[in-house]
């Protein structure tokens, strides 16, 4: 059914008070006068009232405005909302008793119910709208993606159906999910599904720009760089063979080093051992350094409680004469020596000297183990150090043997040395390069298999059983639109109008809107929005809310008698098309709508069929102002006043 939105009343406060309410309770409601009487800023007055940002009204509006209240009528009741200029991050919500629903906040935030929150839940679509994220992580706000539908500005009216093009992705979301050709359940997969999507082309994206750097090059192309390591390892064994052959060959020129060879093998053999003894001494007498400590540490504490003297504890004998547990004489009671009287345990410092014993020829054993190990280790570190040196004098030695041997051999083995180092780093790059082609085939092998998964998630959301074919509702939404086209007699038109099916916008003998002269647009954009109204109001799977408002059609129109005529067709087909939806209520077919429409004037036969609310130049939209066009002190310019 037609999800119910009415504006019921208004009323504006300035700086002397709230001023007296306007009764919009109609079904159809105008707002008639001349300019600059404040008939757009009534309407705007309502879009702030219900969250959208108005920095700036029109004329006087703007400076006497404080704050806006609107009565509105929704399914669950009947409610106040009230937005202050001076707080206007808030709207207050009243329900029909007057107490007070909270302020919302016109912004979304996270986790906090803001004044779009509250609308859609009013209006049974909260799950709905909020099923949707939009690119960058926006949601459906009230204001922003379903007022639109609602309110036709005298500045867009003419420019473009329902919001600018950069909004296509709101306005056809908001309208398929009005219009039961989506669910919340789809549009949660699809914008899961659009994120995945976006995922992926940027990891496609970045995976070529690597690719392409990668296979831009000659030296970096995944075949030159597979062939280049083939060739670099058989070039690496044939420089490391031909090294070794250059060592061998230095070394079977010198044979007369061979007894320094293997005399500086033993002696490094020495070292080795020297070094091993030397390690065992060290950690054994570390190990009795490990033991000695806890004695001496004993030694200490027991030479601390001796100053604690069993007879300091004599006083006991005088404290207590008679037992605490059974009160008998215990003054002559006979103690062994070094125990407490009372409970006959030994005291403190009774047993000093017997531990004291122990505990030193503990220590003097462990001090003669020390002493002895460290004579060790002081003798391993000598002979450590002697076989040390014996091994630099027959370093230095044999070093003096083969430089003189060896020196022709030099320069030949350090240029076999380099070619092999060189081949091993060319091999190493090369191999960096290798891994990132494996790295991006692994990638791309990853990429393909999440668009796999993409593919299933896109079988499986078919459908569903509960939504409407987009083939019946574009078929009963064209039927009305051609009926109202052709009512209306757009001029230089032969009467086609259907609508887009991929974008839902209006097609009148198949072009676009934007093609359409400035009259015929506003009159397109109308009847497209009347359209939208008339099959929400008879379809009731549809939740577009049944409230439009229209702000200065005829000024879009134009001013010949052509243009007025096409306006008055426009009004006429306008309201036979309402008139016919009020009766149904004759058949209990009644539907709720409201209409309000603010124009310069209106003609009388149209006035008859309609609530009027009058603005005259003296007495406008904000009342009681004593000069509603400009202050007095500031003399407007005639034209008597330019020289002729």
């Known amino acids: 059914m037609a999800t119910a939105l009415q504006i019921c009343r208004l009323r504006v406060k300035t700086a002397q008070g709230w001023q007296d309410p306007y009764d919009l309770d109609q079904p159809v409601v105008a707002v008639v006068g001349p300019v600059d009487t404040g008939k757009s800023s009534l309407l705007d007055c309502i879009a702030f009232a219900l969250g959208r940002d108005i920095d700036e009204f029109r004329g006087a509006v703007d400076r006497e405005l404080r704050a806006v209240e609107i009565v509105v009528r929704v399914a669950s009741g009947v409610y106040t909302l009230r937005r202050s200029r001076r707080t206007r991050s808030y709207i207050e919500i009243l329900d029909a008793s007057g107490t007070s629903e909270g302020r919302f906040p016109t912004r979304m935030r996270e986790g906090v119910q803001t004044i779009s929150d509250w609308l859609f839940q009013q209006l049974g679509i909260a799950d709905l709208m909020a099923s949707v994220r939009l690119p960058g992580e926006r949601r459906l706000g009230f204001a922003d993606a379903l007022f639109p539908y609602c309110y036709l500005t005298q500045e867009d009216i003419d420019r473009h159906v329902i919001m600018a093009r950069r909004e296509d992705a709101t306005r056809l979301t908001t309208l398929k999910l009005l219009f039961n050709l989506t669910s919340a359940k789809a549009e949660r997969l699809a914008?899961?599904?659009?994120?995945?999507?976006?995922?992926?082309?940027?990891?496609?994206?970045?995976?070529?720009?690597?690719?392409?750097?990668?296979?831009?090059?000659?030296?970096?192309?995944?075949?030159?760089?597979?062939?280049?390591?083939?060739?670099?390892?058989?070039?690496?064994?044939?420089?490391?063979?031909?090294?070794?052959?250059?060592?061998?060959?230095?070394?079977?020129?010198?044979?007369?080093?061979?007894?320094?060879?293997?005399?500086?093998?033993?002696?490094?053999?020495?070292?080795?051992?020297?070094?091993?003894?030397?390690?065992?001494?060290?950690?054994?007498?570390?190990?009795?350094?490990?033991?000695?400590?806890?004695?001496?540490?004993?030694?200490?504490?027991?030479?601390?409680?001796?100053?604690?003297?069993?007879?300091?504890?004599?006083?006991?004998?005088?404290?207590?004469?008679?037992?605490?547990?059974?009160?008998?004489?215990?003054?002559d009671r006979i103690t062994s020596p070094g125990h407490c009287h009372l409970c006959i345990q030994r005291l403190p410092g009774a047993d000093h000297q017997m531990e004291r014993e122990r505990l030193t020829l503990a220590y003097q054993r462990l001090e003669a183990e020390f002493d002895k190990l460290y004579e060790e280790e002081r003798r391993a570190r000598l002979e450590a150090d002697a076989a040390r040196r014996e091994l630099e004098v027959l370093l230095d030695s044999l070093n003096l043997q083969a430089g003189e041997i060896v020196a022709p051999h030099v320069d030949s083995i350090a240029a076999a040395a380099g070619e092999l180092s060189r081949i091993r780093a060319s091999v190493a790059a090369l191999t960096r390069v290798q891994d990132a082609h494996r790295r991006l085939r692994e990638q791309y092998d990853q990429i393909s298999g999440k668009q796999k998964e993409q593919e299933e998630r896109r079988r499986r959301n078919v459908g569903s059983a509960d939504l409407e074919r987009l083939e019946d509702v574009l078929s009963a939404i064209n039927g009305i639109f051609e009926s109202i086209v052709k009512g209306i007699e757009l001029p230089n038109a032969t009467g086609q109008a259907r609508l887009d099916p991929e974008s839902l916008l209006p097609l009148v003998d198949e072009q676009a809107f934007t093609r359409r002269g400035g009259g015929a647009r506003a009159a397109v954009s109308i009847a497209y929005s009347l359209s939208l109204l008339t099959y929400t109001l008879e379809n009731g799977l549809a939740r577009l809310p049944a409230l439009l408002m229209i702000d200065s059609p005829q000024k879009n129109f134009g001013a010949n008698k052509d243009d007025k005529a096409l306006a008055h067709r426009v009004y006429e087909?306008?309201?036979?098309?309402?008139?016919?939806?009020?009766?149904?209520?004759?058949?209990?077919?009644?539907?709720?709508?409201?209409?309000?429409?603010?124009d310069n004037d209106l003609h009388a036969d149209i006035r008859k069929r309609i609530t009027v609310h009058q603005f005259t130049r003296d007495e406008g939209f904000i009342r009681g102002l004593t000069n509603p066009h400009g202050s007095p002190a500031i003399r407007q310019l005639a034209i008597d006043d330019v020289d002729r």
């Open 191 to 331: 914008g899961t599904m659009r994120d995945v999507d976006n995922e992926l082309a940027r990891e496609k994206r970045r995976l070529k720009t690597i690719g392409d750097f990668l296979a831009g090059s000659a030296a970096t192309h995944p075949d030159a760089v597979d062939r280049e390591i083939e060739r670099l390892r058989e070039a690496e064994m044939v420089s490391a063979s031909n090294l070794l052959k250059l060592r061998a060959k230095a070394r079977s020129d010198s044979p007369d080093a061979d007894p320094t060879r293997e005399r500086v093998f033993s002696a490094r053999r020495r070292v080795s051992d020297a070094e091993h003894a030397l390690d065992g001494a060290i950690r054994k007498r570390r190990a009795v350094e490990d033991r000695m400590e806890p004695v001496k540490n004993s030694l200490e504490e027991l030479a601390e409680l001796e100053h604690r003297s069993p007879d300091c504890r004599s006083t006991l004998r005088i404290a207590f004469r008679e037992c605490p547990a059974c009160e008998a004489d215990i003054t």
């Open 573 to 598: 087909r306008f309201l036979d098309y309402m008139g016919e939806r009020s009766s149904w209520r004759q058949v209990g077919l009644r539907r709720p709508f409201q209409v309000i429409i603010v």
